[in-house]
C-alpha cells in the first residue's frame, strides 16, 4: 500500500457523532465548519471564516464526551468516533453565561444594525446582564474614515488579526493585562495620528460596531445593496455598495478571486466622487478666445467662464476633428491617449481602437500603476523630439 501525504491524510473522511448523529467531517475542518454543513449554528464571536482561529472569545463551546472541560469548537478537529454535543445544558449554559458576561461590559447604546453579540444574545433568549459594568473608555473619533468606541469592544481580536495577518499592516495590537486590557494603535497612539493605511479590515471584521465607519454612518439603513466591482486599479476586487435615497453610504468587501472580501483605503472609503458636484454630468467644450497655457488651471465653481455644455454628437465631432487636424498638421506621432483609473475595463479597450489607427500612444494611468501621467508626457515628448504641443479630448 503507497504512503499517503499529509494534505491527502487531510482530506480523508471522519466519522464521528454530532450531537447524537453519525457524520462524516474532515480531518482538516474544525467542528463548527462541520457543524455548519449539517444546519447546525454554534454561537461564535472571534471566529470568523477566512481568518485563524483564535478561540479566545469561548461562546461556542461545545461538550466532547471523555473530556472533562468544555472545548471551544472553533479551535478542534474531529476524529474518528469523537462524540461532540453543542445544544445540550451544560454547552447551552455556558455559552450564555459567556454572552452574558461580554453583555455587561458593553454600552446600551449601539454603534451598528448588526452587531453578532445582540444576534446570538437574542438567539440563545439572553436577558439583561445581572452583572457590573466595566470603566468605559472614550471614543477616539481622530480618524477621517473610521470611528473606533472602545465601549463596545469585546476583546475577540478579529481586528487584530485581519490588520496583522490578512492585510499585514500590524498596526492594532493587544496592549496592558487584566482589566486594562485592550487594542491599541501602534503605541497606543489616537487611531488617527497612527501608522493605519485605512484599509477598513478591521471595520468589515469587528463584530459589535466598536469600530465602524465615521460619523455613524453605519447606523443608517440601506434601501439596497448594489454588487459592484471596485472602479480604481485593475486588480478587479469585488464590492458590494450600500445605497440609501440614491447615495452610496458605505462599501464592504465581497468575496471573489482577487480580493477575498477584501479592500484597500480608495476601494472602501474613495466613492465620494460619485457624488461630488465638481462630477462631470455633461460634455464640455472650450470658449472661443478662452486660450491654452501650460499653468492654466479653472475653477470648478466657475467652470463656465472657460467652457460651455454640448451634446454628446457636438462632443465628439469637436475632438475628432481636433484630432485629425493634429495628426495632418504635426504628425502621427503628436497623438497620445491616456486612460482614467477610473474608467471601466471596456473603455481602455475602446481607447484603444481608436488610438491604433491614428498610430497614437496610448498609456493607463491606474492607482497603483508606477506609470504617472507627468513621466509619460516627459516620454512622449522626448520621443518626439519637438515643442510640447497637445489637443486633449476628456
Not at 76 to 82: I, L, S, W
Not at 131 to 156: G, M, T, W, Y
Not at 317 to 334: M, V
Request: a positive charge.
Amino acid at each position: 500500500m503507497d504512503r499517503i501525504s499529509t494534505a491527502q491524510a487531510a482530506t480523508m473522511p471522519v466519522e464521528f457523532k454530532l450531537n447524537g448523529k453519525t457524520v462524516v467531517g474532515r480531518s482538516d475542518e474544525t467542528l463548527i465548519e462541520t457543524a455548519r454543513h449539517y444546519g447546525i449554528d454554534i454561537p461564535h464571536l472571534c471566529y470568523k471564516e477566512g481568518m485563524r482561529p483564535d478561540g479566545n472569545c469561548r461562546a461556542c463551546v461545545v461538550e466532547i464526551k471523555g473530556e472533562r472541560v468544555l472545548a471551544p469548537s472553533c479551535c478542534r478537529y474531529p476524529k474518528d468516533g469523537m462524540e461532540v454535543t453543542t445544544d445540550n445544558p451544560r454547552s447551552v449554559a455556558s455559552q450564555k453565561m459567556v454572552l452574558e458576561l461580554l453583555l455587561s461590559d458593553i454600552p446600551e447604546k449601539s454603534y451598528t444594525l448588526d452587531s453578532e453579540l445582540d444576534r446570538w444574545a437574542k438567539e440563545l433568549k439572553v436577558g439583561k446582564p445581572r452583572f457590573e459594568s466595566r470603566h468605559q473608555p472614550k471614543a477616539d473619533l481622530s480618524h477621517a474614515a473610521i470611528a473606533v468606541n472602545l465601549d463596545a469592544c469585546i476583546q475577540c481580536t478579529r481586528c487584530l488579526r485581519a490588520c496583522r495577518e490578512e492585510q499585514v499592516n500590524d498596526v492594532i495590537g493587544y496592549a496592558h493585562r487584566g482589566e486594562h486590557s485592550k487594542i491599541v494603535f501602534d503605541f497606543d497612539d489616537p487611531m488617527g495620528d497612527s501608522t493605519c493605511v485605512a484599509c477598513g479590515e478591521c471595520v468589515q471584521a469587528c463584530p459589535t460596531g466598536a469600530l465602524m465607519p465615521a460619523r455613524e454612518v453605519g447606523k443608517i439603513q440601506a434601501d439596497k445593496t448594489v454588487d459592484s466591482v471596485c472602479p480604481y486599479c485593475g486588480v478587479g476586487c469585488l464590492l458590494t455598495y450600500n445605497v440609501k435615497g440614491n447615495k452610496i453610504l458605505w462599501v464592504q468587501g465581497r468575496e471573489g478571486p482577487a480580493n477575498s472580501n477584501r479592500l484597500c483605503v480608495k476601494g472602501r472609503y474613495g466613492f465620494d466622487y460619485v457624488q461630488h458636484k465638481h462630477r462631470l454630468t455633461k460634455p464640455l467644450i472650450r470658449k472661443p478666445g478662452a486660450k491654452k497655457h501650460k499653468d492654466f488651471s479653472v475653477d470648478p465653481d466657475n467652470w463656465s467662464a472657460v467652457f460651455r455644455e454640448a451634446s454628446w454628437d457636438e462632443a465628439l465631432d469637436f475632438a475628432a476633428n481636433g484630432l485629425r487636424d493634429t495628426r495632418d498638421k504635426y504628425g502621427k506621432r503628436s497623438l497620445a491617449g491616456f486612460g482614467s483609473a477610473k474608467a471601466p475595463t471596456k473603455r481602455p479597450i475602446s481607447s484603444r481602437s481608436w488610438c491604433a489607427p491614428a498610430s497614437a500612444r496610448t498609456t493607463s494611468t491606474t492607482a497603483r500603476g508606477c506609470v504617472t501621467l507627468r513621466r509619460s508626457l516627459r516620454s512622449w515628448r522626448a520621443s518626439i523630439r519637438a515643442p510640447s504641443r497637445t489637443r486633449c479630448a476628456m
